[in-house]
């Protein structure tokens, strides 16, 4: 067993999220050129192949790493985690790395709000008041009715639904399947899905995007490694506020490097989600000490 040590795990959370946003960039950029499917089903045969890579490393093999009691649900995570990350990067493109993350942050609440039904877990009255600010923060970033609310600002809603939908159904096989085992079947069945929907829309692609196409698909697989390791190093509970270094390390490079404004309503909207994403860990923590 991976001794426990708090303070690593929280730099190599730290060290996730700005891999992660540096992702999201390269991302935006190369499906700026090219067409989405296709980048997303390049950098999963990248992605399947360290994970089975991984997994033959391991004790047990492949055939261990694959050996689940719930196969239909592992293959629904990683699928819906590849059409996740489809309507993620087609919110880069259209939307933004900026506004795109600022909406995206609203996950830790959905899943928080989905607990209960879902997984039949408790979720206190204090939560469900911060549920409902996060929510409120994310109207001050959509500003319905105001006449400059964008429609596009649903697409990175969408994909917060989805992705916290993944979440929840991570905690529910995590009841039987170890986290190796959920790790292969994202891999796996994201790259077959990817592959089944992507190779339609193939396209040539430039020689040196080949060289950014590269690196986007060694962060990939490098950030999910960190995030690994993050976790088993340390408590959940400890290191995942700090996932939300995400936003401002995105920001930033929305800001430097694609031009992006930051407007003043999806600044404060931004921390309005995040604080009240960071009171529901908060409680979930207290909750099960």
């Given amino acids: 067993m ?17 891999v992660f946003a540096m992702q999201d960039g390269l991302s935006r950029h190369l499906a700026g050129e090219y067409n989405v499917l296709m980048i997303i089903m390049i950098r999963y045969w990248f992605f399947a192949s360290f994970v089975i890579v991984v997994a033959a490393r391991k004790a047990g093999g492949i055939r261990k790493a694959a050996a689940t009691k719930q196969p239909f ?22 939307l933004g790395l ?10 830790p609440l959905l899943i928080a709000a989905l607990s209960g039904p879902v997984l039949g877990e408790k979720v206190g009255w204090r939560r469900w008041v911060a549920i ?21 600002a649903l697409i990175p809603l969408l994909a917060a639904s989805m992705f916290a939908l993944y979440g929840l ?12 085992v959920s790790f292969f079947w994202t ?21 040196g995007d080949w060289l950014w196409m590269g690196l986007l698909c060694v ?16 408590e959940a509970s400890t290191v995942q506020p700090f996932a939300y270094l995400q936003l401002p390390f995105a920001a930033a490079l929305g800001v ?14 931004a921390g309005v989600v995040v604080g009240a994403g960071l009171f529901t860990l908060w409680r979930a923590r207290v909750s099960k000490a």
């Avoid at 900026?98 to 996950?107: D, G, L, M, T, W």
């Avoid at 600010?133 to 400059?148: E, M, N, S």
């Fill in 73 to 94: 649900v592992q293959a629904f995570r990683g699928i819906l985690l590849a059409l996740e990350v489809c309507v993620m990067v087609t919110a880069f493109v259209v």
């Fill in 256 to 269: 430097l490097v694609f031009s992006e404004a930051i407007r003043t309503n999806v600044l404060i909207g």
């Fill in 187 to 207: 891999g796996t069945a994201g790259a077959v899905t990817m592959t089944l929907i992507g190779i339609w829309f193939w396209e040539p692609m430039a020689q």
């Fill in 219 to 234: 962060t990939s697989a490098f950030s999910h490694f960190l995030l690994i390791r993050a976790y088993e190093v340390a």
């Fill in 169 to 180: 159904l991570t905690r529910y096989v995590a009841r039987d399947d170890s986290a190796a």
């Fill in 132 to 152: 409902g600010i996060g929510f409120v923060g994310v109207l001050i970033i959509l500003q319905p009715g105001f006449g400059v609310f964008q429609p596009a």
């Fill in 98 to 107: 900026v506004e795109s993350h600022a909406v995206f942050a609203v996950y």
């Fill in 2 to 18: 991976t001794e426990q040590n708090n303070t690593l795990g929280i730099w190599l959370m730290i060290a996730t999220a700005f």
